[in-house]
Structures are given as C-alpha cells and as structure tokens.
C-alpha cells in the first residue's frame, strides 16, 4: 500500500529517525543484561525495600502489580499505577448506561488451551460474583456451560450462509502455508502476508483466510512474522476456524470479567492509583547501563517530575493498541483522531536515548494501514437478536463471529450472550461488530465506512442480512448506535523487523523493563490478553531475580496428533 506522509512521524521527526538508527544497532553490542537482584531468589519471604512504578494502566501493568505482591512479597503501598485516562483496564474495556447506550472497542478472544499464564494468574484472583471461586473458574465455569459453535461464519452477499467446512485451498497454497511454518523468523525480516503468497492470489479468497483475517484481524499487508506465529500457536484452533469452538467467552465484557476483580483485588492490596497522570518522559542515568531516573509526569494537568531511588523500578507499557480512540454515536460518525498516542510518543522519546528499546516507527508510522471501526448496537427488547438467532442458528453467546465476506467494509458482527454489561437492564440486549476497509464506500450506504453514523453503520448491516424491510421496526427500538474509530488497534500487526520490538527486559537494564504487545516474547503471539501476561511477568521476576518458573508456550505445533488434524484439516 502507498504510504500517507501525513502519518509518517509519531513525535519529533528527528526523535523517530534515531529510534530507528538505535534499532538497528540494537544486537551488534555485546555484553549479558545485568538484573537488580533485589530479593535473595532462594528466599522469597524477604520484602523488597524499594517501590514500583507502572507506566499505563493497561492488564500487563495490573497483572504485574499482583506478581509483585504475590510472589515477591512486595507491599501493595510501595506499587505506584500511572494512567492517562480516568479509568484503568487499557483495551480491556466496556462501559455505558441504559439511558445513553452500552459500547465495547473490542472483544478479547480468549482461549483455554494457550493461555497458560493468563489462567494461572487470575486463578489467584477473587471472583467478584462467585464466593470462593476464582476469576478463572468463574470464565472456564461460564464457558463450558456456553459452549461455542458457530453455524454461520461467513454470509455472502446473496445473504446465504456458505458451507466453510473445507478450507478451499489449492495443493500449491498447501505447499506455501507449510513452507512457512517451517521458515526460520530471521529470514522474514519485514515481509507481508502477501508477498509470501505473490504466486498464489487464490489465497485469499479461501474460506480459510475470510475466516483467519477476520477472526484475528490481519490484513494482507500484515507481518509474516505474527501470521507464521499466529499459525504455530493456534495450530488448534486452525482445525475448528469453521466453528471457533476454541473461543472462550467471559461472563461479562472484558472490562467488568477480568479488570474489575483484578483493580479490586489490587486496591485491597493498597497498589496506588494514579489516574489522569500520563508520564510523559523517562530520564536514564548516563552510561551503558540503562537506569531509569527520573519520571516526567502531567498529573491532573499540573507537571512533576519523580526521582527513582537505588532500589525502585519502572516497568512502562511502550505502546497500546487502542491509544487515539474515538467514539460517535447514532448520528455522528466517530470524529477523526489525533494521530498522537500517549504511549507511543512516550516510547518514541525513551527509544532515542538508550539502545536496545526498540522502534516505534513501524508500527505507528501510517495509521491508514493500522486502523479499523468498531460499533456497539443497544436496543430495546430482543427483536434484533432473535432476527439473528432465526437468521443464523446460533443463540446469543454460542456464535462467535459472523462475516459478510462481500462486504466492502468487510463487516463483521458477534452476539455475546446477554447481559453483557452488569448495568444493563433484563429488557435491552446489545451485539458488536467492526469492519477492516473503513476507507471503502459501502454496499448500500454510499459512504466510507469511517465517515458513517451509528444509524448508516446498522442500515448497511441489515441490508447485508437482507432484513432492510424492518429496517422501521428495529430502528423504532434503538437506544444508541457507537461507532468507535481505532487508529492503531492493529499495529501490533505491521510489517516489522526482528529488532523492531525491544525485548521485555533490555540488555543492559537494571531497572526498566517494557511491557505491551510491541515487545518481543519468542513463540508468542501479540494481541492476545496472554501476551500482555506473560510479558508482565517476565520482566517482574527478571528485575526482582525470581528463580519461578513462568509457564511456557505450549508446543502444539510439535504434537503428532494436532499436526496431522491440521494436515487434515488443510484438505477438507
């Protein structure tokens, strides 16, 4: 795609060239990171002396923040949280009320199977409406009752819901896709998903692919590096993408199933909030080593700066998906967003100054390659659900996703099982969608997708469901349509280099690490609730020198009886 020189820079032009100059450089120095080695590893009763401060409020922060407490021993009142916004939870989000309407940016898709640190952590969390029971029985517990299997994952443009059993792929797609399960990661160094498969354009018309882009968001300029890991790592689910029986639901939107009982857990702890305070800068001591020093904050709008001492230590979320939002509603289009992300201009200023802290520029560099849109529909009664429900088999909750793969918007929607808010009222039910071509004119509403009210956004879904004839009727029940404009929720995914991402603890650091899904964890995959997990304990236990194991990447992909269902799976 032609890149738009209006999105090149995230911060100071100059700021963004060195942060690339330092990446490249980033594995020619030598020597082994040096880890502050505040606990004696083989006694964790004793409690750190120092204090901890997060960078964003996102999950890794809060996730962080329990391993300090849980297995460092670490005093909740010594654990600062830094926040831009009002509320914590980063991308796990999800909020409104009856009268104005609910709204979700996204959906997290969990997953039983692969999330290994996610579930081991949250089984230490209390759940908020189950007595005695932890977070993690509480969503496994709600699962199983509401299990999934979608029996309409891709409609097209006739309205019929197509048969996705076989994958619909050619013997030389077969030969490509394996090829590069196979491909060593350092031979991919910035390639597409579509220069990969340049002889092969059938691929993307595949049912596999409508399913696998829409499912996790990749777009055919998305990195091969995330695709290959995407396909080692939910080797599982690419043998039920037909159905998404692999997709574990919360209770409840993310927000309120998995931020709420951890915020809660952590205020009992004592763990300082700090909303509205964005750190805007990190000074680091001079030298080889990388010491952070000094916070520059913009708290409530007045500006401070904080000292570390000797034994305290920084852990910054250098970039989150959802910075720049915004959000329209039944009749304005999402307004137009600031191309200036908290946390990504905070890593573009850290990333000039030490080598080794990665470079923001490929991720942040064009949003038009990066954004989608995503609307949340609440209504009076169930009329438009139960439309649905008859329409395509599934009741709310059990269908996952569903596709209109003619869609020039390439629009999709999901029915969460109702309520999915704890506010929401017995007589209103809501359902969510997004589409990945926000700059593409509609099939019906003749309008850019990104341009659209809420009440056009539900006008073109309808007419994709061939219901337009009660289009009256259902609109007569409508509280709020909120479309939500998303600059960068998929960047994570942009064409990249290996050094690209900073490792989660630097080599060289002593008391910063970095947490997000722009860092580099091998074998994960990033836009997962585990990745943020895993990163948040990866840099507690290396900075405090805890001597736990933290749970590995399940090898699936090297399981005989997974890859022959795959193989299977590839010729259905």
């Known amino acids: 795609m032609e890149k738009s020189n209006m999105m090149k820079l995230l911060a100071l032009g100059a700021a963004a060239t060195a942060a690339g100059v330092a990446a490249k450089t980033l594995y020619e120095r030598t020597g082994k990171s040096k880890k502050a080695k505040r606990m004696d590893s083989k006694n964790n009763s004793v409690i750190p002396n120092g204090k901890a401060y997060f960078v964003g409020g996102g999950l890794g922060s809060l996730a962080g923040a329990t391993y300090l407490i849980r297995d460092c021993k670490m005093p909740g009142n010594q654990i600062t949280i830094f926040e831009g916004m009002p509320i914590f939870g980063g991308s796990n989000d999800g909020t409104g009320t009856p009268e104005k309407g609910f709204v979700c940016r996204g959906g997290r898709m969990l997953n039983e199977e692969t999330y290994e640190?996610?579930?081991?952590?949250?089984?230490?969390?209390?759940?908020?409406?189950?007595?005695?029971?932890?977070?993690?029985?509480?969503?496994?517990?709600?699962?199983?009752?509401?299990?999934?299997?979608?029996?309409?994952?891709?409609?097209?443009?006739?309205g019929t819901i197509l048969d996705v059993k076989s994958m619909g792929f050619n013997q030389k797609e077969r030969m490509a896709l394996l090829k590069l399960m196979n491909t060593p990661e350092e031979k991919l160094d910035d390639m597409t998903i579509e220069e990969w498969f340049a002889d092969t354009p059938h691929f993307f018309t595949t049912n596999f692919w409508y399913m696998w882009q829409t499912t996790f968001a990749f777009q055919k300029w998305s990195s091969l590096f995330e695709f290959r890991r995407y396909m080692r790592r939910m080797i599982l689910e690419f043998s039920r993408i037909n159905t998404l029986e692999g997709v574990t639901r919360t209770p409840l939107n993310q927000?309120?199933?998995?931020?709420?009982?951890?915020?809660?857990?952590?205020?009992?702890?004592?763990?300082?909030?700090?909303?509205?305070?964005?750190?805007?800068?990190?000074?680091?001591?001079?030298?080889d080593e990388i010491t952070a020093k000094v916070l520059h904050l913009t708290d409530h709008g007045v500006t401070r700066m904080l000292e570390l001492e000797d034994d305290d230590i920084c852990i910054m979320t250098n970039a989150c998906m959802t910075?720049?939002?915004?959000?329209?509603?039944?009749?304005?289009?999402?307004?137009?967003?600031?191309?200036?992300?908290?946390?990504?201009?905070?890593?573009?200023?850290?990333?000039?100054?030490?080598?080794?802290?990665?470079?923001?520029?490929?991720?942040?560099?064009?949003?038009?390659?990066?954004?989608?849109?995503?609307?949340?529909?609440?209504?009076?009664?169930?009329?438009?659900?139960?439309?649905?429900?008859?329409?395509?088999?599934?009741?709310?909750?059990?269908?996952?996703?569903?596709?209109?793969?003619?869609?020039?918007w390439l629009m999709s929607i999901v029915v969460a099982a109702q309520p999915h808010f704890p506010n929401q009222p017995m007589d209103q039910t809501i359902f969510w969608g997004y589409g990945l071509y926000t700059d593409?004119?509609?099939?019906?509403?003749?309008?850019?997708?990104?341009?659209?009210?809420?009440?056009?956004?539900?006008?073109?879904?309808?007419?994709?469901?061939?219901?337009?004839?009660?289009?009256?009727?259902?609109?007569?029940?409508?509280?709020?349509?909120?479309?939500?404009?998303?600059?960068?929720?998929?960047?994570?995914?942009?064409?990249?280099?290996?050094?690209?991402?900073?490792?989660?603890?630097?080599?060289?650091?002593?008391?910063?690490?970095?947490?997000?899904?722009?860092?580099?964890?091998?074998?994960?995959?990033?836009?997962?609730?585990?990745?943020?997990?895993?990163?948040?304990?990866?840099?507690?236990?290396?900075?405090?020198?805890?001597?736990?194991?933290?749970c590995p990447v399940t090898p699936y992909v090297k399981d005989p009886k997974v890859l022959v269902k795959a193989v299977q799976t590839s010729y259905r």
Request: proline share 7%; glycine share 6%.
């Open 117 to 158: 640190n996610f579930w081991e952590l949250f089984r230490s969390i209390p759940s908020l409406s189950k007595p005695g029971r932890s977070v993690t029985e509480e969503i496994l517990d709600f699962d199983h009752a509401h299990p999934t299997s979608a029996k309409a994952r891709l409609i097209d443009k006739d």
């Open 255 to 287: 927000y309120d199933s998995v931020i709420r009982p951890l915020e809660t857990y952590l205020r009992k702890e004592g763990v300082i909030f700090a909303e509205n305070c964005t750190v805007t800068d990190i000074d680091f001591a001079e030298g």
């Open 323 to 408: 910075d720049s939002a915004t959000l329209g509603d039944l009749h304005t289009p999402a307004p137009a967003p600031d191309l200036r992300p908290i946390s990504g201009e905070l890593w573009s200023k850290v990333a000039v100054k030490k080598q080794g802290l990665g470079n923001p520029y490929p991720f942040f560099g064009d949003a038009s390659e990066t954004n989608w849109l995503s609307f949340t529909v609440t209504s009076k009664g169930n009329k438009l659900l139960k439309l649905i429900e008859d329409y395509s088999g599934n009741v709310p909750g059990s269908g996952a996703l569903m596709t209109f793969k003619d869609s020039n």
């Open 440 to 550: 593409k004119i509609g099939d019906y509403i003749k309008k850019p997708m990104k341009d659209c009210t809420g009440e056009e956004l539900l006008t073109e879904l309808l007419c994709h469901l061939h219901m337009e004839e009660r289009k009256d009727e259902i609109m007569a029940d409508v509280v709020n349509v909120i479309p939500c404009m998303m600059p960068y929720v998929d960047a994570q995914f942009q064409p990249r280099k290996m050094v690209d991402r900073p490792e989660v603890v630097p080599a060289g650091s002593t008391n910063f690490a970095m947490i997000s899904q722009f860092v580099e964890i091998p074998d994960d995959m990033v836009f997962t609730e585990e990745y943020s997990v895993r990163a948040a304990r990866i840099a507690v236990y290396t900075l405090m020198g805890i001597n736990k194991k933290i």
